[in-house]
């Protein structure tokens, strides 16, 4: 069989990634809703909320189907529920039935995000084992884009075909998207390496760095470091999306911005979650996951101690873009950083578990920051609790760091046992 090649698989997964990532432009959808048939912001918020939490849950559910039945299976399922979802949801608001859109975009769409979001991903890892962050960096950075891509389409189709037609294009044009790379990704062979990385290992001038462990989901789970790694997941994502969240009006009250600059600067943080994505995943390759993710909650804490005292427009603008290409670098980082810490086994069944704490982040960041300001009627204490967060998250780094090096040292006398064994029977 002709040997695929890995950056059209890479490609595949973009196509898949763009695709799902259009859930990100949901704003677009807000007004011509309430607009044409008079449901509350708070209503058609929810379908969202359903849809992001839906994200996660089934990628936790469904990550052991993806290992199972192979990342193909797993994009075209994701292709059929996701296409499927937004084609129903034009039924659903041609019917004005509130419930039938929170099912169609909510329900439907959002179990097509979960598996859509890993099915691809897991498998970039295992054809990049010489550049993970890269891979992993462009497929999820694709999901960053694909809002950009989708918004001003979107809004250029409601005004010209209307609402319901526009989610039955979309429907129909992400479907032969998301089909297109489906039907091409797959997995390597077992042991895979590319041609350049095979060579040099052979001649013994790269030695290829071995996985910390090789583990089912349910082994990593019993692990300390998989929790760790969970809350400071769950941290980071909290952070950049209680700001996404209330980016605009933060903006307009903190520094004084008007209301066409804020919405500008809300579009602009758009390039730097998914400049990010690419960025931050690319610098791990030489840097170390690890020591990325200690970067990310150094320079977070200090820019959320410095937020409550800014008054310059400029200042609090470039620490939000900071923030954001954080937010967006820790997804992108996490399935290069699963692989180092559990293997590739079942990558794609603990990056679903691992996902949970996005659902649970995409409630609690937003819940916490609109509590905070109407029990304040002030931002500034909500930058100081995150802060708090953040140092947790910056604990956990170093703990984590602590608990891989004794995990080493413990392998290195069986390592050395197993050399020695080599050499006796020579």
Avoid at 1 to 27: C, D, F, P, T
Avoid at 132 to 154: D, E, H, K
Avoid at 325 to 341: H, K, Q, R
Wanted: aromatic share 12%; charged share 10%; proline share 3%.
């Amino acid at each position: 069989m002709k040997q695929k090649n890995r950056w059209l698989i890479a490609l595949s997964a973009i196509a898949i990634h763009i695709s799902i990532g259009s859930v990100y432009a949901y704003s677009v959808y807000k007004k011509p809703i309430h607009d044409e048939l008079g449901w509350s912001s708070t209503e058609t918020a929810l379908a969202f909320t359903i849809a992001i939490f839906c994200l996660g849950t089934s990628a936790a559910f469904f990550g052991k189907v993806v290992e199972k039945k192979g990342p193909r299976f797993s994009a075209i399922v994701a292709a059929i529920l996701f296409s499927s979802g937004l084609i129903g949801t034009g039924f659903a608001i041609q019917l004005e039935s509130l419930y039938g859109y929170y099912l169609t975009y909510g329900l439907i769409s959002g179990m097509g995000l979960g598996i859509g979001y890993i099915a691809p991903v897991s498998t970039l890892v295992k054809w990049f084992p010489d550049r993970r962050g890269l891979a992993t960096g462009m497929a999820v950075m694709g999901f960053g884009a694909g809002a950009l891509i989708c918004s001003p389409v979107a809004n250029y189709l409601i005004e010209n075909v209307g609402l319901s037609q526009t989610f039955f294009i979309l429907g129909i044009t992400y479907f032969i998207l998301m089909i297109s790379g489906a039907l091409y990704i797959a997995r390597p062979e077992e042991g895979w390496l590319p041609a350049g990385m095979k060579e040099a290992s052979e001649k013994g001038k790269v030695k290829i760095k071995a996985d910390l462990a090789q583990l089912t989901a349910n082994e990593a789970v019993k692990t300390k470091r998989f929790w760790m790694l969970w809350l400071m997941m769950f941290i980071n994502i909290s952070s950049g999306i209680m700001l996404i969240s209330v980016a605009s009006p933060m903006a307009q009250e903190k520094v004084g911005m008007t209301a066409v600059a804020a919405a500008s600067m809300v579009g602009i943080m758009g390039f730097f979650n998914g400049g990010g994505r690419i960025g931050w995943a690319t610098a791990s390759d030489y840097l170390g996951r690890t020591n990325v993710f200690t970067i990310f909650f150094s320079i977070q804490l200090v820019a959320f101690l410095i937020l409550p005292t800014v008054s310059s427009q400029a200042i609090f603008v470039t620490l939000i873009f900071l923030i954001l290409t954080i937010y967006g670098g820790g997804f992108a980082s996490l399935p290069a950083f699963i692989g180092d810490l559990f293997g590739t086994k079942q990558l794609g069944a603990i990056h679903g578990y691992l996902l949970t704490s996005w659902s649970m982040a995409g409630v609690f960041g937003p819940m916490l920051v609109s509590y905070i300001k109407d029990t304040t009627n002030s931002y500034n204490a909500t930058f100081y609790i995150f802060a708090a967060f953040l140092t947790i998250a910056l604990i956990t780094s170093f703990l984590i760091r602590m608990d891989i090096k004794k995990i080493k040292e413990q392998q290195e006398p069986a390592s050395q046992k197993g050399k020695l064994k080599q050499q006796v029977a020579q």
